[in-house]
């Protein structure tokens, strides 16, 4: 699986942005689906997570302002990031899994004025 993250850019604190994942080489209908995100100075850490039945999972930080999703028939996963903060600039990668099989994206960033 190939991934292609895309959405990212600068928004001021307060705002919403919507990352999405595209997936290539395989249709991902059955992959768990995440993001991750790093900071500067920081380990990656997991923000969100699908399952191929559509359970969703989130990290503390973000729940409540961030959203999962998928759209198996276009092959993409999305990241609906509202209430965005200043902690929440990173780059986000998108990570499929099946199984021992994980592919990762290259990265988009968030950068939140404040």
């Known amino acids: 699986v190939q991934l292609v993250e895309s959405g990212g850019g600068l928004v001021q604190a307060g705002g919403s942005l919507r990352l999405s994942c595209a997936a290539s080489g395989r249709t991902i209908g059955n992959y768990r689906m995440a993001w991750f995100r790093q900071a500067p100075g920081k380990e990656r850490e997991f923000v969100a997570s699908i399952t191929s039945v559509g359970s969703t999972y989130y990290a503390d930080s973000v729940k409540g302002r961030f959203t999962i999703s998928r759209d198996n028939a276009k092959n993409t996963a999305y990241l609906q990031m509202n209430s965005l903060n200043a902690g929440d600039t990173a780059v986000y990668y998108c990570?499929?899994?099946?199984?021992?099989?994980?592919?990762w994206g290259q990265g988009t960033q968030v950068t939140v004025s404040s």
């Open positions: 990570q499929s899994r099946l199984g021992a099989s994980v592919a």
